[in-house]
DNA sequence: CATGATATCTGACTTAGGTCAGATATATTC
DNA sequence: GAATATATCTGACCTAAGTCAGATATCATG
């Protein structure tokens, strides 16, 4: 009864049986899906024709008659490209754009209902956030931004919540060292977030000083993504960062209540330290040399 | 970034695109994925043509073509109802049992993969339980049991398990009195589940006394199924079984640890009252008048 | 046993989705 | 500027899936 494959088909089923569901509200509208689909990835900013047809993995030959069609039908336009005529461009009409939006309505309002429906829509979302991330973990990327844009931020203050819920006596930025944004930046350092299909699902700053050493520093895992390998890829990522900064020698600092994040140091090549900083937080210090 | 509807429309994304990896996964035996769920279900036991067909959701004319394309690839025989000869009665061939097989075999791979991959497979199987029982929420079905068969006692056993973990001093159950099965069925009492595609997702007892008095032992829920109101149709069905078996007071003793079954007592007609047995677990008491 | 209901089957037809081989126009490279 | 590559389009063709109107055989009922 609880033999895990059996759990994962069930769940399969589940979701297979709703699909069919989930198919038919593109169409309720008169209009196969496949047309539909294309009116909602143009709706969605992809203009360019061979973007789209790689987007949604369609023919050419198929794609031309989908693009017809909604042109017929007095939805979209498209024009060449302007640096390049063989391309075309296709953007909504007015019309298109009221259709894009009932379809939007409608997956929304889907959506809204589901969770409506549940007394407890937070576990059910944070499930289901676990479920994506873990169905997309090939689809993840890990991306260089700035530590001032949303994505970033995004991750700090849900890794300052995290902190404050483990710490014993909480966490309070204004207390730690907050790093300057500037330092998480080329040339000194480097800010990685991990997004899957646009939410972020983990981040880690290199803080780099003068001369060879540098920083790890807010290595941080949503937990929903925990379990798919994601902080040895952040980390992995920002020693790649420090080799090409040329950087020598890391450290970082964390709290032994942080257990999954110790353990994660010490399997890949970091070593204990003794405490080299004041900040009231951390009571574990590691280093490692990249060669 | 944290949107619900966001974040629901994200999983169904998630989702949709491996549904393809998904259907095509009963492809990849060179047989269309119609014929393919036919071979699967006559598989699974369903034997009556009509009882697939309404199982399926087929039209009745592809259903025919389907089963005489799996009678011409020698997977399937069909023969005549023995009490209406109307009907049809499919059974799979030596052949088509091998077929069966390879596809379970397949689908049995796939689920093991996704969970072989994870580090955490237990909390995935948790959210994928979730969101199963979410999505499946209106065919989570009441049955009224035998309290000592396979169903029934997975439940007791979980239930068992979870007062154990939330008890400040932990659960025996031979410490408390563990009523009799025979209390539980009728004539005297009841025992239902409730069953999702198979999955026990909780139960709830009623033990019959003699007289006009009965008791409700044993309510729980499943954490995958809290927020659908199932703690309530489990009661609700508890109580239409009592009045059926003429009893006219329901008690029931809990414990203030389960805050979540206290609440649902309170909004659902029950008043507290005095200690009515000396069993050392339960601190509180409900009485509920049955009209 | 006549009548109507039911289960399955067959043939004719439709739609959606997709493949593939050129045709056409434009860009890139030598 | 010729040869080649690229992006899109068109026509011909195919499969999967599904709908619908009878045809046929059997069952249930008065």
Known sequence: MLDPIAR??????AVTSEVGALDTSFLGRGRPLGVARVLNAIGHGRSDVAELRDYLALDSGLMSRFLRSLEEEGLITTKPHPDDARRRIAK??????REFEAYETLSNGQAQSMIARHSQPEALLAAMDMVAAALGRDRIS?????PRGAEARYCLGEYYAELSRRFARG????????????DMMAPRGAFFVALSDGLPLGCVGLKGHAGATAEIKRLWVAPAARGLGLGRRLMDAAETAAR???ITTLRLDTNSALGEAQQLYRRTGWTEIERFNDDPYPDLFFEKRLS
Chains 1, 2 share one sequence.
């Open 8 to 13: 994962v088909r069930r769940f399969n089923r």
């Open 92 to 97: 909504l009409t007015a019309a298109g754009r």
């Open 142 to 146: 890990l991306d260089e931004v700035d």
């Open 171 to 182: 966490f309070d930025v204004a207390l730690s060292r907050d790093p300057d944004a500037l």
């Open 244 to 246: 090409k900064l040329s």
